[in-house]
């Protein structure tokens, strides 16, 4: 049986999906599982509180890192999470197809594979744990290569690069009429991704007109619970790319598209 905590919009606070969660949790909880950053919104949630919490239970914890992966400065040791899953074809700018998956030795007792294979891995927890089969060897080592060339550049710096343009993105779009920002500016509780509605526009329409018209590539939320356009700057992005891109938006809000 699955117990939903569901987001709440605008992000409420660490505190509130804390205390959420722990009004979740029943003696027969086995599992906390809940995304570290969204991708709809970029709403950011407390994994070190929520990993505390569920310790404190017994619980085990699985935090999806898809979006926070080779974007956040994540500490695992400090987050302290019995799993940890990451994509490589997001914010590390690597392969699809290939991510990571964090496993705290603490909780190697408590899980055993279901699935074995002829060709297990050479030592400690890859033993029972791995099964290589056949695998993509190019993709596994162009993350590595991904990897590499963040870690040169510094985790805190991407990340603070992503936090100060998306600052400023937002800022900006809330001058323009008509639009409507979903993202929350608290840097506690969002990062790097800024996610709007365009008045009455078509966000398929302007997403495809940013990316033919102006060469602005960005994403839109169809289904999501706040669509619209999303932006989601990196450290290869500069400030005068995100007065552009923010300029562009003004320009067919104004226009049409």
């Known amino acids: 049986r699955v117990k939903v905590v569901d987001a709440v919009s605008p992000h409420p606070g660490a505190e509130y999906y804390v205390d959420a969660f722990t009004k979740a949790l029943t003696p027969r909880t086995k599992v906390l599982a809940f995304t570290h950053l969204t991708s709809t919104v970029g709403d950011l949630f407390p994994a070190r509180e929520l990993c505390r919490l569920a310790r404190e239970h017994g619980v085990l914890t699985l935090v999806d890192g898809a979006q926070s992966f080779g974007l956040l400065d994540v500490n695992l040791r400090e987050m302290d999470p019995d799993f940890y899953g990451g994509s490589g074809h997001k914010w590390p700018c690597g392969p699809k197809e290939a991510g990571v998956l964090f496993i705290n030795r603490k909780s190697e007792s408590r899980i055993w594979p279901s699935i074995y294979s002829a060709y297990p891995g050479a030592i400690g927890i890859s033993k029972t744990f791995e099964s290589f089969g056949q695998r993509d060897e190019p993709a596994i080592r ?54 709007f509605q365009p008045g009455g526009l078509d966000p398929q329409k302007l997403m495809l007109a940013l990316y033919e018209k102006d060469r602005i590539v960005c994403a839109t939320r169809p289904g999501a619970d706040r669509g619209g356009i999303r932006f989601s700057p990196h450290f290869y992005n500069s400030p005068a790319e995100a007065e552009r891109a923010v300029a562009a938006v003004k320009r067919y809000m104004a226009t049409g598209l």
């Open 142 to 195: 162009a993350l590595g290569e991904a990897l590499q060339l963040q870690t040169r550049i510094g985790r805190p710096a991407i990340e603070n690069r992503g936090r100060e343009l998306a600052q400023a993105i937002m800022a900006d779009l809330r001058k323009v009429p008509g639009v409507k920002v979903w993202t929350h500016p608290d840097p506690a509780r969002s990062v790097a991704i800024v996610s």
